[in-house]
């Protein structure tokens, strides 16, 4: 088979996975359902009817095989309508974890993922820099079993989450862990996000861990590579939010009337829709350059430099956006009735998870300016 018949069957592949996530959307997705705070597990089992929870599982683990650039469509696609379901959280971060793992465990995690039954967590982080790569909990070997202590933050989902994928200092190294929810010595204290979401801070009190339990002994770099995957994947949710507000705003210029004339016809508006276009098409770029440079990365330094470049771009323009489609919609828009505000709540969610956009922009100076050293 040829390059060329390759990417047209990719190309193909990627519009049938496209336009099944577009349909889904239309027909289960609303802005509003952000209000209610609380994960549907039918659109859960929805979105893995679809097959996109094992989209980026490799075959050799029951999955599709497929790329994040495959997944990245759809994801934009269910940004549009703002995606309540911690898909990115459980389907990509803890999913990709999972998959590499390559443990009797994990496998049957990864299954009851694939059927929409298993909404797990990654708890990784303990400090709030971008890194957030030290660990102070310890796994620790007692009467001939082991335990887990320590404390987790912002750990995403917070509230449904039926397990954790934990990361623990153990002999030296970056030790990862499944965690049932329910364990004794699990406390999980939840905090509401901007977008009615909730993320937690998760404590481990001498938690028994089996052998079975360990999903990588040394996991650092696979749970580096689950995090920067996720992060391209957050950004093609954004843009998908993008797209969502500017569609809300387009419709109420070209409907509300003022002076007996839509004011979609205001020249002032019109430049400042103007300058929503180019924020949206300028993310467009950034996150297919991500795309193609992370899939063509053999080192995980590239990786983080084109997740990093993505993300900063994709946080100040949500931000950017969504700000002004409120301005735009004049005092409407700064009720709680309108749905244009979630976009904002979303935005501000998405676009301080997993790094903002500062973060990001010193991540890759350092990376970049390492390079040229």
């Not at 749970?223 to 797209?243: F, H, K, N, P, S």
């Amino acid at each position: 088979m040829t390059k060329t018949s390759d990417l047209s069957e990719r190309r193909q592949q990627q519009q049938l996975i496209t336009e099944s996530a577009a349909a889904f959307a239309k027909r289960e997705l609303l802005p509003s359902a952000l209000r209610s705070g609380s994960i549907s597990h039918t659109r859960w089992q929805g979105l893995a009817e679809l097959g996109l929870m094992s989209l980026l599982i490799p075959e050799d683990a029951g999955g599709l095989g497929l790329k994040i650039g495959d997944l990245v469509p759809a994801l934009e696609q269910l940004g549009k309508p703002l995606l309540r379901e911690p898909f990115i959280a459980s389907a990509v971060l803890a999913g990709v974890v999972l998959a590499g793992s390559g443990t009797p465990k994990s496998a049957s995690l990864l299954e009851s993922l694939a059927e929409g039954v298993l909404i797990p967590a990654v708890a990784w982080q303990e400090s709030y820099d971008l890194a957030g790569d030290h660990t102070s909990t310890k796994l620790s070997k007692e009467n001939g079993g082991q335990n887990l202590s320590g404390r987790k933050i912002l750990v995403t989902p917070g509230d449904e989450v039926d397990g954790f994928i934990v990361a623990a200092s153990g002999a030296g190294v970056t030790t990862l862990v499944w965690v049932a929810a329910n364990a004794e010595g699990v406390k999980v204290e939840t905090r509401r996000a901007a977008d009615g979401g909730e993320a937690a801070t998760v404590h481990f009190e001498n938690v028994a861990v089996t052998d079975d339990d360990v999903l990588s002994v040394d996991g650092a770099a696979l749970l580096d590579e689950a995090q920067q995957l996720a992060t391209i994947a957050v950004c093609a949710e954004l843009l998908g939010l993008i797209r969502g507000a500017i569609d809300m705003t387009m419709d109420y210029l070209r409907t509300r009337k003022q002076f007996n004339r839509t004011i979609g016809s205001f020249q002032a508006l019109q430049h400042r829709a103007t300058d929503l276009f180019i924020q949206q098409e300028l993310s467009a770029v950034a996150i297919s350059r991500a795309v193609a440079d992370f899939e063509m990365a053999t080192d995980s330094r590239t990786r983080a430099i084109a997740a990093s470049r993505a993300k900063a771009r994709l946080s100040s323009a949500a931000l950017i956006v969504t700000k002004e489609a409120i301005q735009m919609h004049g005092g409407i828009g700064y009720t709680d009735e309108h749905d244009i505000g979630l976009y904002l709540k979303r935005a501000l969610t998405l676009s301080a998870w997993l790094g903002n956009a500062a973060e990001h922009r010193a991540r890759f100076a350092r990376l970049t300016l390492g390079e040229a050293a």
